[in-house]
């Protein structure tokens, strides 16, 4: 039973230090703007979702968050397979990092330029890894 527990310690554990990551770059790097070539950090204040759609929903996307992360954590807990309990626990840091910025500041701190790629931060980028991980076990298993 120990070890049930210690797993469900390593993933707050985890989701903490992945929030305090995404947190601590924001905000570091907010108004910060350093461009070497087509990549490099150029801040901007997203009130809305990825690539800039649903501007000014704070609301409602603080809503759909907190319902994302009822699920994530539903899920975690009901997922035996430890490659899915991590991609929950990435994406789980991911929605709670832009959370706390849509509640504290009303947008999201983007900062990460890559090209004509919208900009993005950490936790977007824990959303996005933790999806790919998601994918590839559901693949995997089938």
């Not at 570091?28 to 690539?51: R, V, W």
């Not at 933790?130 to 559901?138: C, D, K, R, S, T």
Request: aromatic share 14%; charged share 15%; hydrophobic share 55%.
């Amino acid at each position: 039973m120990k070890t049930h527990y210690a797993v469900h310690i390593k993933a707050v554990f985890a989701i903490v230090v992945l929030v305090a990551l995404d947190q601590l770059s924001k905000y570091f790097l907010a108004g910060k703007n350093y461009m070497k070539s087509c990549i490099g950090i150029q801040y901007a204040e997203n009130t809305g979702a990825a690539f800039g759609i649903l501007q000014g929903w704070n609301l409602p996307l603080i809503i759909v968050s907190v319902i994302v992360l009822a699920f994530l954590a539903y899920f975690y807990f009901k997922e035996k397979n430890k490659l899915e309990k991590a991609a929950f626990v990435l994406i789980f840091a991911g929605t709670l990092g832009n959370l706390m910025d849509r509640i504290a500041l009303g947008y999201v701190r983007d900062f990460i330029a890559v090209g004509s790629w919208p900009n993005f931060n950490v936790a977007d980028s824990l959303n996005v890894i933790g999806v790919l991980i998601l994918v590839y076990a559901m693949v995997r298993r089938k």
